[in-house]
């Protein structure tokens, strides 16, 4: 099966310039845990994460002093805190047998896919499982 068949199309994305807790929150109200990062023409440039703000999070301001959602903002910026690692891709043609691959031998918990360097889509652990789940039901 290819992956376009059970990718996440439409895929939200941000760009550096968003707010650390801007993106979190969104994350929060859209029940999301990954998010790509893209220049101005769409490319990914990095993936933002729910482990990449907590772990900044924990890094960055417990134990300080927080003034204001402004004081968290002006200590994290988004390119500071997303994941600075190799990113693993995959384009539509893949198959969902070389995304499970690429997740467990990496260890991560999604993977964008993408078509002449733009994001067109994102494949999360939870999409594999899911069509996993649906074969075996």
């Known amino acids: 099966m290819k992956i376009n068949e059970i990718m996440t199309d439409n895929v939200l994305s941000i760009i550096k310039d968003y707010k650390f807790t801007e993106v979190c929150r969104l994350m929060q109200q859209l029940r999301i845990h990954h998010l790509p990062l893209v220049d101005e023409k769409g490319a990914l440039v990095g993936m933002f994460s729910a482990n990449d703000a907590l772990k900044t999070f924990s890094d960055v301001l417990v134990g300080r002093n927080i003034e204001s959602e402004a ?34 031998e990496f260890d991560v918990q999604s993977v964008p896919v993408v078509e002449e360097g733009v994001v067109i889509g994102i494949v999360t652990s939870k999409d594999v499982l899911n069509h996993t789940t649906n074969l075996v039901s």
């Open 71 to 104: 004081h968290i903002n002006d200590m994290i910026g988004i390119e500071d805190c997303m994941t600075k690692r190799k990113l693993y891709l995959l384009d539509s043609e893949s198959n969902v047998r070389y995304a499970l691959t690429v997740m467990q």
